[in-house]
């Protein structure tokens, strides 16, 4: 059955460990370090202090930059900061190649924006900023940043295309996916409003085998240039993006059933980890839908798999879908308006079950290839719609891999309403199964498509409401991730903000909990050219950084390019991408 089949290829059985509280304070120690951080006595006062930092001092945040590329800097975000250049760049750009012509435009654009957030067009183009770099305490990391030069008409029809299955294209079903999982050609176009971050659109799977070379590559150089590297992947560049929407639809409605079980229960509004239900209750609840039978039911609920508590969470919910239960084979749920059993998952046809394990496989090739070499896979987050599935592939990738330490780190979304949920039953489920933690926080780079969408399409937004809000859950998730990493020692986190009160708080933070630069557990990151101001301070108050070498053979165009991420690294703290 295609859903045994996700989980199958990534997935090695990892068993379930006795529950463990949810408070970050109350922890025993596991296989994956859970212990009270290293140091003490005199030992731990000779480590040295988390700093102090001014990012006011523009003499030091600039030193490292000579006066050509202070100008050019001033000229380039300046020019970024027009309301009018914005609104009409593409306009732009095609007036300035034909009156330039595509050599003369090439040489300006490097010059000028290209100059200063991109670092190069191959390997060797990119090794003197990497140096300069590194000389100032600020590391680089290869951002494989690719992306067709496709019309908004091509976008839409490739993503229409490649959204939708067989049996919905021939029109002999109708689909069971929920509205936000569905397809729809006024956003066919997943570049609009979309500045900050990559888009892939799928072709064929020789593309996709094409993108997985590019990113294997990546890991390759970034291993070389490290020996503490990292490299980043986008899920939708290595298969057809209808398997992560029909993969998302289904862990939404499986994980929004058991809300409404024990909202029945009167458990409504209740944060993801503090939700719990009797198992009597539930297995009540499950054989009065016409899910299974009793007998069925009650040996999904064993003590092991829910331990001895009596209680069911979410994590233990969560856990009965995949291929390590019988459950799988059901895949039903009620339809609450209809009150009839609905499908899970709509059927693939053969072509579409190779498509789904060869996305599976590249998958598992790219994170082998990060052990091998030694590298931090980061899989970036991406729409709604998708993160779901990419959210559950790469836990299954993190079960895999993360055994000795955190080797492929998730991305969270803060601006999303369900970040800290997320996070926090992610964490738990580390605890439980005893592998290691590696996160990424951001705030997030799809607010307006996303909020326009689910305004257009019809389903709850998202996205908090305020900036204010996004700010306070970026905040209490990076809080509730540092208390772990102070009781883990192998939790690691990567800190990816362009704001300074984020980069004062967590400073802060670590110092209250006694986290050192030294125990190379945070990280934090800005994008290259963005924020020298806090990226360089931070730099010179440490050792040299990761460095990030560019994928070879990429040429430079208008949509084509080699972007390195920048990173620094605090004393002895490792170096990280945003």
Request: charged letters at 25%; glycine letters at 6%; proline letters at 4%.
């Given at each position: 059955?295609?859903?045994?089949?996700?989980?199958?290829?990534?997935?090695?059985?990892?068993?379930?460990?006795?529950?463990?509280?949810?408070?970050?304070?109350?922890?025993?120690?596991?296989?994956?370090?859970?212990?009270?951080?290293?140091?003490?006595?005199?030992?731990?006062?000779?480590?040295?202090?988390?700093?102090?930092?001014?990012?006011?001092?523009?003499?030091?945040?600039?030193?490292?930059?000579?006066?050509?590329?202070?100008?050019?800097?001033?000229?380039?975000?300046?020019?970024?900061?027009?309301?009018?250049?914005?609104?009409?760049?593409?306009?732009?750009?095609?007036?300035?190649?034909?009156?330039?012509?595509?050599?003369?435009?090439?040489?300006?654009?490097?010059?000028?924006?290209?100059?200063?957030?991109?670092?190069?067009?191959?390997?060797?183009?990119?090794?003197?900023?990497?140096?300069?770099?590194?000389?100032?305490?600020?590391?680089?990391?290869?951002?494989?940043?690719?992306?067709?030069?496709?019309?908004?008409?091509?976008?839409?029809?490739?993503?229409?295309?490649?959204?939708?299955?067989?049996?919905?294209?021939?029109?002999?079903?109708?689909?069971?996916?929920?509205?936000?999982?569905?397809?729809?050609?006024?956003?066919?176009?997943?570049?609009?409003?979309?500045?900050?971050?990559?888009?892939?659109?799928?072709?064929?799977?020789?593309?996709?085998?094409?993108?997985?070379?590019?990113?294997?590559?990546?890991?390759?150089?970034?291993?070389?240039?490290?020996?503490?590297?990292?490299?980043?992947?986008?899920?939708?560049?290595?298969?057809?993006?209808?398997?992560?929407?029909?993969?998302?639809?289904?862990?939404?409605?499986?994980?929004?059933?058991?809300?409404?079980?024990?909202?029945?229960?009167?458990?409504?509004?209740?944060?993801?980890?503090?939700?719990?239900?009797?198992?009597?209750?539930?297995?009540?609840?499950?054989?009065?839908?016409?899910?299974?039978?009793?007998?069925?039911?009650?040996?999904?609920?064993?003590?092991?798999?829910?331990?001895?508590?009596?209680?069911?969470?979410?994590?233990?919910?969560?856990?009965?879908?995949?291929?390590?239960?019988?459950?799988?084979?059901?895949?039903?749920?009620?339809?609450?308006?209809?009150?009839?059993?609905?499908?899970?998952?709509?059927?693939?046809?053969?072509?579409?079950?190779?498509?789904?394990?060869?996305?599976?496989?590249?998958?598992?090739?790219?994170?082998?290839?990060?052990?091998?070499?030694?590298?931090?896979?980061?899989?970036?987050?991406?729409?709604?719609?998708?993160?779901?599935?990419?959210?559950?592939?790469?836990?299954?990738?993190?079960?895999?891999?993360?055994?000795?330490?955190?080797?492929?780190?998730?991305?969270?979304?803060?601006?999303?309403?369900?970040?800290?949920?997320?996070?926090?039953?992610?964490?738990?489920?580390?605890?439980?199964?005893?592998?290691?933690?590696?996160?990424?926080?951001?705030?997030?780079?799809?607010?307006?498509?996303?909020?326009?969408?689910?305004?257009?399409?019809?389903?709850?937004?998202?996205i908090n409401p305020t900036y204010e809000a996004t700010n306070a859950m970026y905040h209490r998730c990076l809080n509730y991730v540092l208390e772990e990493l102070k009781h883990n020692t192998k939790a690691k986190v990567m800190v990816a903000s362009h704001n300074e009160d984020t980069i004062h708080f967590t400073l802060r933070r670590m110092e209250e909990l006694g986290l050192y630069p030294a125990d190379r557990q945070v990280y934090f990151g800005q994008l290259l050219g963005m924020c020298d101001q806090i990226s360089f301070p931070l730099g010179e108050l440490g050792l040299p950084g990761e460095q990030g070498w560019g994928?070879?053979?990429?040429?430079?165009?208008?949509?084509?390019?080699?972007?390195?991420?920048?990173?620094?690294?605090?004393?002895?703290?490792?170096?990280?991408?945003?």
């Open positions: 059955m295609a859903l045994r089949r996700i989980v199958s290829v990534l997935c090695t059985g990892t068993p379930r460990l006795a529950r463990l509280s949810t408070a970050p304070a109350a922890r025993e120690p596991t296989a994956a370090g859970r212990e009270t951080a290293p140091g003490c006595g005199a030992a731990e006062a000779a480590r040295p202090p988390v700093p102090i930092i001014d990012f006011g001092n523009t003499q030091e945040a600039y030193r490292s930059r000579r006066s050509w590329e202070l100008v050019r800097s001033l000229l380039v975000l300046r020019l970024c900061a027009s309301p009018a250049l914005l609104a009409h760049h593409e306009q732009l750009l095609h007036l300035t190649r034909r009156l330039l012509g595509q050599r003369l435009f090439e040489k300006l654009m490097k010059m000028t924006f290209y100059g200063q957030f991109v670092a190069g067009e191959d390997q060797e183009s990119i090794r003197p900023l990497i140096r300069h770099n590194r000389a100032f305490g600020v590391g680089s990391i290869l951002d494989y940043g690719v992306e067709e030069d496709l019309s908004p008409e091509e976008a839409e029809r490739k993503e229409m295309e490649s959204c939708t299955s067989a049996v919905e294209r021939e029109g002999s079903g109708t689909s069971k996916r929920e509205k936000q999982y569905q397809a729809h050609r006024a956003f066919g176009d997943r570049r609009d409003g979309v500045i900050s971050a990559r888009t892939y659109f799928y072709a064929n799977e020789a593309k996709c085998d094409s993108h997985m070379e590019t990113f294997l590559r990546c890991i390759e150089a970034a291993g070389g240039a490290s020996d503490d590297g990292f490299s980043a992947i986008k899920l939708t560049a290595l298969g057809r993006p209808q398997f992560l929407l029909q993969f998302s639809d289904v862990l939404t409605k499986w994980r929004r059933l058991f809300h409404q079980m024990a909202a029945e229960h009167g458990k409504a509004g209740l944060a993801a980890m503090d939700t719990k239900l009797e198992v009597a209750v539930l297995q009540e609840s499950v054989a009065k839908m016409g899910i299974a039978s009793r007998t069925e039911i009650e040996n999904w609920f064993t003590a092991e798999t829910l331990g001895v508590s009596g209680t069911l969470d979410l994590l233990d919910w969560s856990s009965l879908i995949d291929s390590r239960t019988e459950l799988s084979k059901h895949l039903v749920v009620p339809n609450m308006q209809t009150g009839q059993l609905e499908p899970l998952l709509s059927r693939f046809t053969e072509e579409e079950e190779l498509q789904m394990t060869r996305m599976l496989q590249r998958m598992d090739i790219l994170a082998k290839k990060a052990t091998e070499m030694g590298v931090r896979l980061m899989v970036d987050a991406e729409q709604t719609y998708f993160q779901p599935a990419i959210s559950r592939l790469t836990l299954e990738m993190q079960r895999k891999f993360n055994v000795e330490k955190p080797l492929i780190f998730n991305t969270y979304q803060c601006y999303l309403k369900d970040a800290y949920d997320n996070v926090t039953l992610d964490v738990e489920l580390a605890r439980r199964e005893g592998w290691c933690f590696g996160a990424k926080l951001v705030r997030g780079a799809y607010m307006a498509q996303e909020r326009t969408r689910a305004a257009q399409i019809g389903y709850e937004d998202p994928c070879p053979g990429l040429g430079l165009t208008a949509s084509a390019c080699v972007q390195v991420r920048q990173a620094f690294l605090c004393t002895s703290m490792c170096p990280m991408a945003l």
